[in-house]
């Protein structure tokens, strides 16, 4: 079972940095593919980044490449999310998801979801 938490969200300024973490409480981490996606009001639910099982691939939208990284680290459940030079269209709630399917941009294709965290970027 997997049970995703996410935690770090808050409110900043545009060009500053925000890390967003996402633990899974279950005991089947690192048999997943992990995402990054993001809920802005109005808005279907947006691709934003995937990982890998190991880390070892990633893959972006073209929106946050060059600013946004993804990382995992499997002995602690966790996956993360660090958002450097923030803009105000970055303002969502950002949620983490687990899939068996790598790589996967499709919301559908993600079994679990967290509860999701709010970043809100002011200009």
């Known amino acids: 079972q997997v049970q995703l938490v996410e935690s770090g969200g808050g409110l900043v300024q545009a060009g500053d940095s925000l890390d967003v973490s996402c633990i899974d409480s279950?005991?089947?981490?690192?048999?997943?593919?992990m995402g990054w996606f993001r809920q802005r009001p109005g808005k279907e639910r947006e691709f934003v980044t995937t990982?890998?099982?190991?880390?070892?691939?990633?893959l972006y939208a073209d929106s946050v490449k060059g600013r946004f990284t993804i990382s995992r680290d499997n002995a602690k459940n966790t996956v993360y999310l660090q958002m450097n030079s923030l803009k105000p269209e970055d303002t969502a709630v950002y949620y983490c998801?687990?899939?068996?399917?790598?790589?996967?941009?499709?919301?559908?294709?993600?079994?679990?979801w967290g509860q999701g965290t709010q970043v809100t970027v002011s200009s």
């Open positions: 998801g687990a899939s068996r399917q790598y790589p996967s941009t499709n919301s559908r294709m993600y079994e679990y």
């Open positions: 279950g005991r089947t981490f690192s048999n997943y593919a």
């Open positions: 990982i890998n099982w190991n880390g070892r691939s990633t």
